[in-house]
């Protein structure tokens, strides 16, 4: 029986027609080319699967190319940050390139320009070259500069490589067109004078050349084939492939092919924004577990296989458009579901009293793990007298089809006994402080006992009083409100901040299994949720993210479809 091949994405079809039209030894060699100025999101672990999937899948080379052309909002500790992230997604890089290595050569390739022709000083400012290339309908204004003589040029330039001029008196210009219908071929400005110490260059330069100039020019250097870019860069390609035609030898020349970025729902992208919340302290920082930033997420207790997964469920596309989180959430707990122990935590505890278990006793139950895995075995528990148990998990006076504990009524401890309620203890205000209960002595779990076979309802998780270990559990929800928190026009995005996507306990108990519980391990608290161990925590005090509920929103909406 024939196997049926995997349909191609467009991309991959542009490669594949790529390495057969250059024949046997051609390899392939993408980019991943982020700007050291914030945290990685989402959005670019799409384009980090992709670039670095693609060099993988053919067998190619894959280059981590910091674009640090701008000091003033570029942070070694962004440099770091993104290499950590890619390392915890499972790639790595072939090449660790930074576009400020290249800072001389792209120099003297400018002055080359300067040369030829195709490039001039301009003294304008910055409002008045944005007002003369007015709109794609009218062609736009030449500057007065333009025409300067090649030696004024290379004598401007090189006096603002010297810093003879203040910030911002002066750019180089590429001149192309100032009639096209495409804004960015109108002599867009290739360098700009910043003071500004740079993390790998220091005060080496005061001028800096801009994206449009730099990313072909360095895709060039580092021999790219395929320059993959999200779709807004579609309308720079030409003024890419510009570029390179001024400073090619040779037929060799990288392509520059467009993908749709990714878009969540409940989710901002931009890193302007991003930021925005870490300075206004809506956040606690780029790694808050409320933030789409790869560090986030993983400090939320997210998994790189189910972000690795969830980027090749969405695919490559050539059009927007907005994929709903609760996809990224299936995904998160599918894996989540594979892998995590199963542990006993609750929440909001309620003693209850075994009043027929003899006192000053204990004994062992056993739990699977995981009974998604057989390898991860059991361990024991305590089972006491005395217990605690979720408080919604009791009424005195419950309705019909209620199956947790009530008074008169049965439940199964998990892996225990099964007990009944026979009274409650209150407090002066009337709130429960113990349930006292009975217990059926020949119902243990794997008892093997026909009373162990009886079949009730309800089964409840629990903690012994005996070894309750305290811990914090952080609940984190959705940081916005609303599903496109960045598309109203009359509302600024902070205007759907949700108030309660943190809410902080110090009630809960846990098993002492969970003692020796380490920064970023994860667990299936029972019936309540996927936590993961935050960094805060000690060995004296637990702290544990919710990363999310066990409800799958979105495998429930695809079995109603």
């Known amino acids: 029986m024939a196997v049926e091949k995997k349909s191609l994405n467009f991309i991959e079809a542009i490669i594949e027609e790529y390495l057969e039209e250059k024949g046997e ?7 991943f080319p982020p700007e050291p100025n914030g945290y990685l999101h989402i959005g670019h672990a799409k384009s980090i699967c992709l670039n670095f999937g693609l060099a993988e899948q053919y067998n ?7 674009d640090d052309t701008n000091p003033a909002k570029e942070e070694q500790e962004y440099v770091d940050s993104i290499k950590e992230d890619i ?3 499972g790639f790595m890089w072939d090449n660790e390139c930074f576009t400020s290595d290249y800072f001389q050569q792209l120099y003297d390739w400018a002055v080359q320009m300067i040369k030829d022709g195709t490039a001039y000083v301009d003294d304008q400012s910055p409002a008045e070259i944005a007002e003369q290339k007015k709109t794609p309908t009218e062609p736009g204004i030449k500057s007065p500069y333009r025409d ?3 030696e004024e040029n290379l004598d401007l330039f090189e006096r603002m490589k010297n810093g003879e001029f203040p910030d911002g008196s002066k750019v180089l210009r590429a001149k192309i067109d100032m009639s096209s219908p495409n804004m960015h071929m109108r002599d867009p400005i290739m360098y700009r004078i910043l003071r500004k110490a740079h993390h790998r260059t220091a005060d080496n330069w005061c001028i800096y050349p801009m994206y449009d100039y730099a990313h072909g020019e360095s895709d060039y250097i580092e021999g790219i084939t395929h320059s993959i870019c999200t779709l807004e860069f579609e309308v720079h390609r030409p003024l890419y492939n510009w570029f390179l035609e001024q400073i090619k030898d040779g037929e060799y020349a990288p392509v520059q092919r467009e993908f749709a970025r990714l878009n969540l729902s409940y989710t901002i992208m931009s890193k302007r924004k991003l930021l925005q919340l870490v300075n206004e302290r809506h956040v ?4 808050d577990p409320r933030m789409p930033t790869i560090s986030g997420m993983r400090r939320r207790g997210y998994t790189p296989a189910a972000i ?3 980027a090749d469920t969405i695919g490559v596309a050539k059009r927007e458009n907005v994929i709903d989180v609760a996809l990224l959430e299936h995904h998160v707990r599918e894996d989540l579901n594979k892998i995590t122990p199963r542990m006993m935590v609750v929440t909001d505890p309620v003693k209850i009293i075994l009043t027929n278990y003899p006192e000053g006793i204990t004994e062992k139950v056993y739990a699977d793990n995981n009974p998604e895995d057989e390898s991860a075995g059991k361990r024991e528990m305590t089972f006491s007298r005395e217990l605690y148990i979720e ?3 009791f009424m005195e006076d419950a309705p019909k089809k209620y199956f947790r504990l009530s008074l008169g009524n049965e439940v199964r401890l998990k892996h225990g006994y099964i007990i009944k309620a026979e009274s409650v203890v209150k407090d002066e205000n009337g709130d429960i402080t113990e349930i006292h209960c009975s217990y059926d002595a020949d119902s243990k779990s794997g008892s093997g006992t026909e009373a162990s076979k009886r079949r009730v309802k309800g089964t409840l998780h629990w903690v012994s009083a005996e070894v309750a270990l305290p811990v914090e559990i952080r609940y984190y929800d959705r940081l916005f409100t609303d599903e496109a928190p960045d598309g109203h026009k009359d509302k600024d995005f902070l205007d759907f901040i949700n108030e309660h996507s943190l809410e902080v306990s110090h009630k809960a108990l ?3 299994a969970l003692k020796d519980a380490k920064p970023e391990d994860k667990f299936q608290f029972q019936r309540i949720g996927y936590f993961c161990v935050d960094k805060d925590s000690t060995p004296e005090h637990l702290v544990f993210n919710r990363t999310l509920t066990l409800r799958d929103t979105w495998a429930k909406m695809q079995k109603k479809k």
């Open 25 to 31: 030894g051609a390899k392939i060699h993408t980019r």
């Open 60 to 66: 190619g080379l894959c280059n981590l190319r910091f």
């Open 87 to 89: 390392k915890w997604l």
């Open 148 to 150: 300067r003589s090649v």
């Open 284 to 287: 606690a920082g780029w790694d």
């Open 308 to 310: 690795r997964k969830f």
């Open 391 to 393: 408080r919604s998990d």
């Open 510 to 512: 846990a098993e002492p």
